[in-house]
């Protein structure tokens, strides 16, 4: 395999110039535009049943779920819609991808050394959010990659979003919104090929049946097995196929049953060296690496790596109206995932002239680069199931008070979610790896095997929830949510005792190997969450807002692990982890209601943090510490006119550590992996001969790692701007071409770190890929 030696890209200085004439352009041109025809410009349109938009276009009006009872319009929070429409004409085919279009949320974190980052781990707003992904409104578990084949909009919901769902991340939420049957038949398909080895089917199949009136099914299968541009032997294998049945549509009654299966078999990416990378700095005995940074295309896996995933989900859902202004819905849900996974992860420390074989790179001639090898010193294993039952029903009524209207959203949450672990006891090794020519075949003789150690995590929820919007005239809207969450986590971890350092398991007189229970026990408490917003509409056109809201995340309530030691905010004792965001904003509808603009001031303050700085008479840590994200968001998405759609989203954020120690490399107080700045762009212009053309442009800002003893190794990751391009024919109604090109300057930039900075993500490399497209 030969090194990458030319990869050109525009100047940073180039690049952010370009970033911000396009956003500037887009704001500027919307006024001035000629309103489009709403019809040929493809708005949103309700189908029958679940209430959900069916949008052709990037402009979405409303949120799938009924607790939010207002347009996005009028409802006082930063939301943003993703719509199929968007991010299928991009060639996203999982939700980080389809991620890309909300600015600042991505997947930076690339885990610690022992513990691999896998799946969505997607940070917002200077948090961890991943374990506040959800599907129809219900959380849905696993550290997985989750494919966007039955998807029909991703809402990104920034800010507390404890009184719409429970527990979460302090800075907000993503919901996938399901593809249902309906009324409407419509046949459809997408096949894929790329220039790198990606390969992938889509199908979307709806029929009504005619002698079964109100009768629907709808099928969607998807088909893939794709290398990932730019890197070598990391492959995405993954089939899948969802149903949805549904009953009574068209009447009072109606009935959903929705039924999920997706089996993945992927060799994971156990990223790259940063050595030689802007901010790397040789240790002892490494001084021949400067200036020799590894070719990105490097796998240092082994045949032997695997990502295996098998996720189920059934879901039954009944909706009835007593009248246009009463209506009762309940959902039932069970879910399921289970994950095995190998990953030969490493670390990059350096040896000594004395033992050159002493650290994880060693080397048998100093100056012969090819002799220097790493250590596949970290197999990191996971074996685990995670499993959800739950049943939703909520309530909605219309109703006035006087001269007050009421759009009410009320509700019962009852939900069991499980976690179970198997801990995995291996003999043998892997062997070291070239550092400069990496064979992936060479497995050496590692054996693996379920201990019968693990761990098991539950919790229990009940809700009740409240919301309503009251309606003052024209011109003033006040909404008000509260939420009750009962909630009870078990937990139980069993390990084999023995072994030295910090992970060393007390036998307690046991003889060594014995599987010993290190931790047994539970929590409970009582949630309290709300929010309050007010909307002031001048004219119809313009929304003035203001709101606050509170979120809680209790001890366990990201990962179901509780700790009988003190000072850890999983710990039985602690205290629930606290945001309070407060945002001011105004969201403009232009051109006749075909063009959104919209824009945020936000501040979230996290409370009840571990602070290492101030201890108790105890000496433990404290839960002074205390952070805070603040900055603004902008964003424009619709169309320009009938034939020009745009989306263009731009974030600035100032995070900070206001009590407690450092969580960055650098040692300053800013939070880690959140870019102070991010762009993203796209627009589409369609043609009457049905030639459409357009692009984007993706910028993220210089992003902070976290601190730890890991010495040489990068501090921060630097800002990067990618360009995208398709192109698009439609041959007739029935068939079109597009093509997708990626990153077209081959921009070689660093998409994300772990924790130590020994090993980061490279960016995907230039790719196209052509895609047909079939609709009957």
């Given at each position: 395999?030969s090194h990458?030696?030319?990869?050109?890209?525009?100047s940073?200085?180039?690049c952010?110039?370009?970033?911000?004439?396009?956003l500037?352009?887009?704001?500027?041109a919307?006024?001035?535009?000629a309103?489009?025809?709403?019809?040929?410009?493809?708005?949103?349109t309700t189908?029958d049943?679940?209430?959900?938009n069916?949008?052709?276009g990037?402009?979405?009006?409303?949120?799938?779920?009924?607790?939010f009872t207002q347009?996005?319009q009028d409802?006082?929070q930063?939301i943003?819609?993703?719509t199929a429409e968007l991010f299928n004409?991009q060639?996203?085919?999982?939700l980080?991808?389809?991620?890309?279009?909300?600015?600042?949320v991505?997947?930076?974190?690339?885990?610690?050394?022992?513990?691999?980052?896998?799946g969505d781990?997607?940070y917002?707003?200077?948090?961890?959010?991943?374990?506040?992904?959800?599907v129809?409104?219900v959380r849905?578990l696993?550290?997985i990659s989750r494919?966007?084949?039955n998807?029909?909009?991703v809402e990104v919901?920034k800010g507390?979003?404890?009184?719409?769902?429970?527990?979460?991340?302090p800075t907000?939420a993503?919901?996938?919104?399901s593809k249902h049957?309906?009324?409407?038949?419509?046949?459809s398909?997408t096949l894929?090929?790329?220039d790198q080895?990606?390969?992938?089917a889509?199908?979307d199949?709806?029929h009504a049946?005619?002698?079964?009136p109100?009768?629907?099914?709808?099928?969607n299968?998807m088909?893939q097995d794709?290398?990932?541009?730019g890197?070598?032997?990391?492959d995405n294998q993954?089939?899948g196929?969802a149903t949805?049945?549904?009953?009574g549509?068209?009447?009072d009654?109606r009935y959903?049953?929705?039924?999920l299966?997706?089996?993945?078999?992927?060799?994971?990416?156990?990223?790259v060296?940063?050595?030689?990378?802007?901010?790397?700095?040789?240790q002892p005995?490494?001084?021949?690496l400067?200036g020799?940074?590894?070719?990105p295309e490097?796998?240092y896996g082994t045949g032997d790596?695997h990502d295996?995933?098998?996720?189920?989900?059934?879901?039954f859902?009944?909706?009835?109206d007593f009248?246009?202004t009463?209506k009762?819905?309940?959902?039932?849900?069970?879910g399921q995932t289970?994950q095995d996974y190998?990953?030969s992860a490493?670390?990059t420390?350096?040896g000594n002239?004395?033992?050159?074989?002493?650290?994880?790179?060693?080397?048998?001639?100093?100056?012969?680069l090819s002799?220097y090898?790493?250590?596949r010193s970290?197999?990191t294993?996971?074996?685990?199931?995670n499993?959800i039952?739950t049943?939703?029903?909520?309530?909605?009524?219309d109703?006035?008070?006087?001269?007050?209207q009421?759009?009410l959203?009320t509700g019962?949450?009852?939900t069991r979610?499980?976690?179970?672990s198997h801990?995995?006891?291996?003999t043998g090794?892997?062997?070291a790896a070239?550092?400069?020519?990496?064979d992936?075949?060479d497995?050496?003789d590692?054996a693996?095997?379920?201990?019968?150690?693990?761990?098991q995590?539950?919790?229990d929820?009940?809700?009740?929830?409240l919301f309503d919007?009251?309606?003052f005239?024209e011109?003033?809207?006040?909404?008000?949510g509260?939420?009750l969450?009962?909630y009870?986590?078990?937990?139980r971890?069993s390990?084999?005792c023995?072994?030295?350092?910090?992970r060393?398991v007390p036998?307690?007189g046991?003889?060594?190997?014995?599987?010993?229970?290190?931790?047994d026990?539970?929590?409970s408490?009582?949630?309290?969450?709300w929010?309050?917003g007010?909307?002031?509409?001048?004219?119809?056109?313009?929304?003035?807002?203001?709101?606050?809201?509170l979120?809680?995340?209790?001890?366990?309530?990201a990962n179901f692990?509780?700790?009988?030691?003190a000072g850890?905010?999983n710990?039985?004792?602690?205290?629930?982890?606290?945001a309070r965001t407060?945002e001011?904003?105004?969201?403009?509808s232009l051109l006749?209601?075909?063009l959104?603009l919209n824009?945020a001031?936000?501040?979230?303050d996290v409370?009840?943090?571990?602070?290492?700085?101030v201890t108790?008479?105890?000496?433990?840590p404290t839960?002074?510490?205390?952070k805070?994200v603040q900055?603004m968001?902008l964003?424009?998405?619709?169309?320009?006119?009938a034939?020009w759609s745009v989306?263009?989203?731009?974030t600035h954020q100032h995070?900070?550590?206001?009590e407690g120690?450092?969580v960055?490399?650098?040692?300053s107080?800013?939070l880690t992996y959140t870019?102070e700045e991010a762009?993203t762009g796209?627009?589409?212009y369609?043609?009457?001969?049905?030639?459409t053309?357009?692009?984007?442009?993706?910028?993220?800002?210089?992003m902070?790692r976290?601190?730890?003893?890991a010495?040489?190794?990068?501090?921060?990751?630097?800002?990067?701007?990618?360009?995208?391009?398709?192109?698009?024919?439609?041959v007739?109604?029935?068939l079109?071409?597009?093509?997708?090109?990626?990153?077209?300057?081959?921009?070689?930039?660093v998409?994300s770190i772990?924790k130590?900075?020994?090993?980061?993500?490279p960016?995907?490399?230039?790719?196209?890929?052509l895609s047909?497209?079939l609709?009957?």
């Open positions: 395999m990458i030696t030319n990869r050109k890209h525009a940073p200085a180039q952010g110039l370009a970033t911000a004439t396009l500037t352009g887009l704001a500027l919307a006024p001035a535009a309103a489009p025809d709403l019809a040929a410009a493809g708005q949103a189908l049943g679940v209430q959900v069916g949008v052709l990037y402009k979405a009006e409303r949120m799938a779920s009924p607790k347009p996005l409802t006082p930063t943003q819609v993703i004409q060639g996203a085919t999982t980080a991808e389809a991620l890309r279009n909300s600015p600042g991505g997947t930076f974190y690339a885990g610690e050394n022992g513990n691999t980052a896998t781990a997607v917002m707003r200077g948090f961890d959010s991943s374990n506040s992904i959800y129809d409104g849905d696993g550290s494919d966007v084949f998807t029909g909009q919901t507390p979003a404890g009184t719409d769902n429970g527990r979460s991340s907000g993503i919901n996938m919104v049957a309906n009324l409407h038949d419509a046949t398909a894929s090929a790329g080895g990606q390969k992938r889509t199908a199949w709806n049946f005619a002698g079964l109100g009768t629907a099914l709808r099928v299968a088909w794709s290398d990932v541009p890197r070598d032997h990391v993954r089939h196929l949805s049945l549904a009953f549509l068209g009447s009654t959903y049953l929705n039924l299966y997706v089996e993945q078999d992927n060799v994971p990416d156990g990223f060296p940063t050595i030689g990378l802007p901010g790397w700095e040789p005995g490494l001084e021949a400067v020799h940074p590894v070719d490097n796998f790596d295996e995933v098998t996720a189920q989900m059934a879901t859902r009944v909706e009835h009248s246009d009463l009762l819905s309940n959902t039932l849900r069970w289970v190998l990953l490493f670390m420390t350096g002239a004395a033992d050159p074989q002493a650290g994880n790179i060693g080397w048998t001639n100093p100056a012969d002799s090898t790493v250590a970290l197999p294993f996971k074996d685990q199931r499993r039952l049943n939703q029903l909520n309530l909605r009524a109703f006035a008070t006087g001269g007050v009421h759009n959203s019962l949450e009852l979610e499980e976690q179970h801990a995995i006891a291996s090794a892997q062997p070239s550092l400069y020519a990496p992936w075949s497995r050496g590692l693996w095997a379920r201990s019968g150690a693990g761990s995590g539950r919790t929820t009940a809700a009740l929830y919007t009251l309606e005239g011109r003033f809207l006040l909404s008000a509260l939420r969450d009962r009870e986590t078990s937990y971890n390990a084999t023995g072994g030295s350092g910090r060393a036998c307690g046991q003889p060594v190997g014995t599987i010993v229970q290190t931790v026990t539970e929590d408490d009582t949630l309290l969450t929010k309050l007010g909307v002031y509409k001048p004219s119809a056109a313009v929304s003035l807002y203001a709101g606050y809201a979120s809680q995340q209790p001890p366990g309530g692990q509780l700790s009988d030691a850890s905010a710990s039985v004792n602690a205290d629930p982890q606290k407060l001011v904003g105004t969201k403009w006749e209601d075909a959104a824009l001031l936000f501040r979230t409370s009840n943090e571990i602070n290492t700085l108790d008479d105890a000496g433990l839960q002074t510490g205390q805070r900055g968001e964003s424009l998405v619709g169309n320009l006119t034939n989306s263009a989203g731009y995070t900070e550590v206001e120690a450092p960055a490399r650098n040692g107080h800013n870019p762009f796209w627009t589409t369609r043609f009457a001969s049905g030639l053309l357009g692009g984007g442009v993706r910028y993220s800002g210089r902070l976290g601190t730890d003893g010495a040489g190794t990068p501090e921060s990751v630097k800002s990067h701007t990618v360009w995208d391009a398709v192109a698009s024919y439609a007739n109604q029935h079109l071409l597009r093509l997708n090109g990626y990153n077209l300057f081959d921009k070689q930039y998409a772990n130590s900075g020994y090993r980061y993500t960016g995907v490399a230039r790719t196209v890929l047909a497209e609709r009957f």
